[in-house]
């Protein structure tokens, strides 16, 4: 089955038309709907409620009526949690659906897509028993399915309160434990050593001692932490892409991930890329601290006042700091500052590292087509107001970006510069003159205690 028929909504399909002539959309938004959807590789209906077309309430309510299948409200909602064994995390993800209780042979699943008599008699078939479904909404199923499958797709909790600096994942290694949970303990060994001992990437390459474990933090070399033996390299390997959401069985091409760590009372989320090599897949993992307050990171309130300004005007906020100096881990938190602004706020990402409540975030994708330059083409149909993308490494992306800023937008992005002075320096470019001309507030990070916040007047002054 292809990527595109998961994300077809078979019930809007068939009910769109009912739209138009119940007179709640028109003929015309439908086609552009459908277009965007498309070109996004998204559902239809998201793209009818993100583009304000309709309301989530407003659609549920009519497809209800027209279909006279029940709505289940989520939002309260308290699932058996004994159900969610008949459904995988893959396919509750894959299908947008969600176990909710049985009775005797009948399983009651809520679904964003009840006319999908595909997945209904797909579930059915193996499970060996009735489907009953009834009509949810798919942000409050993805929302369930993060709360309730959480421990799917995690490597379990870790606990640093009572280690220390030393802790070495090694000693796991070592452990005459040798059940099916010795790799999983084995990846939570190595993650909970890069995290006490605040290391951001981890590095997987394949020698001939094994796969060699190389950890990297902030302002530091890349340090080898020891070796996984060649005779679990292959077992590691798959345990750590399942994990992932990653298929086990492919290596010829580049895959991305990501899993989910209970570190103590905090969630991490941490990214998994693997890359083709002649020598065989590197993996790189890089792990992200959950977003803060914005005023727990820049306690200022002058500063903040310059980048809640900034974001108010059309223009550009630029982050800026070195390689691993919490780039990404400011703007999260800047964005997450920003849910509760009545504007239509998205994301372009490689990844999204955090599910932020009422941002619209974007995961690019090359293998089904969704590349930075097809995004750039549809964005503006979404007519958002604040726009966050990940660095630009093309004159044309930048230039087009800073296109956007003399339509009333605002952005978001990140750069990459070791200090102040290298930043003057890569500021001389020419390509960067209308790009730099554009900046409302630049905020530099030195180090996650020192960061520095200039508003246009200061800009002009040092840059």
Known sequence: MSTMEFVKNKTLDKLKYDLVRSNLI??????????????????????????????????????????????????????????????????????????????????????SDPLDLLVIDKIAEN?????????????????????????????????????QKDYDWQDELHNANLSDEHIPNLIRAILKQAITQDIHELYLDHTPNGLSVNFKGAGIEVINAGYVPSALVAQFISRLKTLSDLDPLVSEIPQLGKLILKVDDMTF???????????????????????????????????????????????????????????????????????????????????????????????????????????MRFVEFQSP??????????????DYFSSLVFKDKSMITEFLADNIEDLRNK??????????????????????????VFDKAALQKYF
């Open 26 to 111: 028109s003929y015309d938004d439908i086609e552009k709907a459908e277009e965007i959807a498309v070109s996004q590789n998204i559902n239809f209906g998201q793209v009818l409620i993100n583009t304000h077309l309709i309301t989530e309430q407003e659609l549920l309510k009519f497809m209800e009526s027209k279909l006279r299948i029940p709505y289940v409200d989520l939002k309260n909602y308290s699932l058996d949690k004994e159900c969610l064994r008949y459904i995988s995390f893959n396919d509750a993800q894959k299908y947008k659906i969600i176990p909710l209780f049985k009775i005797e042979n009948e399983l009651t699943i809520a679904m």
């Open 127 to 163: 499970l060996d028993c009735d489907i009953a479904p009834v009509l949810s909404s798919e942000s409050a199923i993805t929302k369930k399915i993060e709360e309730y499958y959480k421990t799917e797709n995690t490597v379990g909790e870790i606990y640093t309160a009572k280690s």
């Open 269 to 375: 989320i941490t990214s998994i890329s693997s890359f083709p090599t002649i020598h065989g897949e590197r993996i790189m993992l890089r792990i992200y601290k959950p977003p803060q307050n914005l005023e727990k990171i820049i306690t200022d309130e002058n500063k903040t006042e310059i980048i809640k300004k900034a974001l108010s005007t059309p223009g550009f906020t630029l982050v800026c700091g070195s390689s691993l100096s919490g780039k990404t881990h400011v703007i999260y938190s800047i964005l997450s500052s920003l849910a509760k602004a009545d504007k239509n706020i998205m994301t372009l990402e490689s990844i999204a590292k955090y599910n932020l409540e009422k941002i619209n975030q974007c995961e690019l994708n090359e293998n089904v087509g969704f590349s930075l330059e097809k995004a």
């Open 385 to 398: 107001d604040i726009i966050y993308f990940e660095g630009v490494t093309t004159k044309e992306g930048l």
């Open 427 to 452: 500021f001389t470019y020419d390509h960067f003159l209308t790009f730099k001309s554009l900046i409302n507030c630049l905020i530099f990070i030195h180090h996650k205690d020192s960061i520095e």
